[in-house]
């Protein structure tokens, strides 16, 4: 079992930054591939960024692409994401997920998931 916790939401303005965090327990993160995914009220929950195992591989949704960065330290069992030229259609739940599928970064077939962080995005 891993535990995945996020942190690092909050409400910033226009073109602000913001760095998610994600902190995972239970078993070594360096065992995952991590992910982060986003979701709108009604909406499914879709991919913004992944990495691999040991953080050589990443793959970013083209809404994510230039403005986004994933990183990991498995020395810290953490995952990030920094946000920067934030949009107010960036204002969603974001979510961090954990895949068994290690040596590439996915964007599906995630086995862990944590309860998520709020960021609102204001002009």
């Known amino acids: 079992q891993v535990q995945l916790v996020e942190s690092g939401g909050g409400l910033v303005q226009a073109g602000g930054s913001l760095r998610l965090s994600c902190a995972a327990s239970?078993?070594?993160?360096?065992?995952?591939?991590m992910g982060w995914f986003r979701q709108a009220p009604g909406k499914e929950r879709e991919f913004v960024a992944a990495?691999?195992?040991?953080?050589?591989?990443?793959d970013y949704a083209d809404s994510a692409k230039g403005r986004f960065t994933i990183s990991r330290d498995n020395a810290k069992n953490s995952v990030y994401l920094q946000m920067n030229s934030l949009k107010p259609e960036d204002s969603v739940v974001y979510y961090c997920?954990?895949?068994?599928?290690?040596?590439?970064?996915?964007?599906?077939?995630?086995?862990?998931w944590g309860q998520g962080t709020q960021v609102t995005v204001h002009y």
């Open positions: 997920g954990a895949s068994a599928i290690r040596i590439v970064p996915v964007r599906g077939k995630y086995d862990y």
């Open positions: 239970g078993r070594t993160s360096s065992g995952f591939a």
């Open positions: 990495i691999n195992w040991n953080g050589c591989l990443t």
